[in-house]
């Protein structure tokens, strides 16, 4: 394990653990979680690890973290010391859910982490919440402490936004900390209620291929915080507490800015894609054999109508998300779109077994899930044809979500 061999290199000796939290990709709902509607995320195969020890024998409480994909040294920080903006760059994660926990009572010992991580950065696949998510883990059980997940979704939120300054909603945390192999998480963003709905294509004849645009657009930061002021304006006008307390779009015409009015039509219509994704799901036999080709069919052109959302309403996505939306669906995936925030990242296609093949284009990523080879190969081709960095393609298997995995 490479973080173990980090770890070693670093800090000499063994870890007292290991600990994985994954990254997640979001079936439906984007940009409803701050507007406390509905997500559908599942945690993905591909994770951060952290393998942490405690450092009693040294002065004070120290949290000494180094990661393999941040050249250069390890970070010091005192943790009596952790208040937001002290720390800065990629430790302000790891830092942030130290301060987080012990701002909720939690008493921790100084520790030792080194990180590893197989989530591309920058590819909107949540690299960061899997951080925070690794690190509560590491952190709670060097000090002994029996942290309730739920409540360890909230402090690694609080970590993400307080500490690090990201303005971001819960939905990340939650899929890291709570989805199931196997299934989809639908999180009532209002209410924090979760249940586990059953979602394994790999058993039913298809497969999900996630398609990293490599693209990463200056003003995803800026802009997402933008979104979250127009729709917290929306709802003031509109006289609700949040957008989910729209129950029917006829009820907007007192919007008039034509701006707020698609934003409103993204985040209302959004919601109702998840629980219609849901139903569609639940409807299924399962788990064997699973949802039909017709529901899957029904998922996908669900998951293609969202882009338009985004695309058009939310007005989140960039030239090579649509390029590899209108390929993907056009070589014969049931549907696709873009996940995450927006202005970069991935898109997620739901594609039939019926195409399955491995990828060859150049481009094709270590993957090698069913149905993605004449995917891949019409998205590599389209990036090729625009004179775009060529795609990078990750399998999407719905998984398990953070654990300890030695110590
Ligand atoms: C980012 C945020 C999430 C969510 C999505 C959009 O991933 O971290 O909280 O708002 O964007 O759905």
Do not use: K
């Amino acid at each position: 394990m490479r973080a173990v061999s980090l770890f070693r290199e670093r800090f000499g000796g063994e870890p007292d653990g290991v600990w994985l939290a994954p990254g997640r990709a979001n079936l439906m709902g984007e940009h409803t979680d701050y507007n406390e509607g509905f997500v559908l995320p599942f945690a993905l195969g591909q994770g951060v690890t952290a393998a942490a020890s405690r450092n009693p024998d040294r002065a004070g409480r120290r949290l000494t973290v180094c990661s393999r994909q941040e050249p250069g040294d390890t970070v010091e920080v005192d943790l009596d010391g952790l208040a937001p903006g002290r720390v800065t760059g990629w430790a302000a994660y790891p830092a942030g859910v130290a301060w987080a926990l012990e701002a909720a009572g939690h008493r921790l010992p100084g520790a030792c982490i080194a990180i590893d991580s197989d989530v591309p950065a920058g590819a909107g696949l949540s690299s960061s919440a899997a951080l925070e998510c690794a690190t509560a883990l590491a952190l709670t059980s060097l000090a002994g402490l029996d942290v309730p997940r739920a409540e360890l979704v909230t402090i690694a939120r609080r970590a993400e936004n307080e500490f690090a300054g990201v303005p971001t909603g819960i939905m990340d945390q939650s899929a890291s900390l709570l989805c199931r192999a196997g299934h989809a998480l639908l999180l009532d963003c209002r209410t924090l209620e979760t249940s586990q709905v059953p979602f394994d294509p790999a058993a039913g004849g298809a497969g999900l291929l996630l398609i990293n645009t490599r693209a990463r657009h200056e003003l995803a930061d800026g802009e997402y915080g933008r979104r979250r002021a127009e729709c917290e304006e929306a709802a003031r006008r509109l006289g609700i507490r949040s957008l989910r307390d729209l129950t029917d779009l006829a009820d907007t015409g007192s919007l008039t800015d034509p701006v707020l009015r698609r934003r409103v039509r993204h985040v209302f219509t959004d919601n109702q894609r998840v629980l219609e994704v849901v139903a569609l799901l639940r409807a299924s036999p399962g788990p064997s054999p699973g949802p039909s080709a017709d529901t899957y069919r029904e998922i996908g052109r669900l998951l293609t109508q969202a882009h338009a959302s985004l695309r058009d309403d939310f007005e989140v996505s960039w030239p090579e998300a649509d390029a590899a939306v209108e390929a993907a669906v056009g070589a014969g995936a049931y549907g696709a779109r873009m996940i995450g925030g927006g202005f970069g990242g991935s898109v997620l296609a739901l594609v039939p077994a019926a195409a399955a093949g491995p990828g060859s284009g150049p481009g094709s990523g270590p993957g090698s899930g069913p149905g993605s080879g004449p995917v891949r190969d019409a998205v590599t081709a389209a990036f090729a044809r625009h004179g775009w960095t060529a795609p990078e393609f990750l399998d999407a298997v719905p998984s398990d979500s953070a654990r300890q995995l030695s110590g």
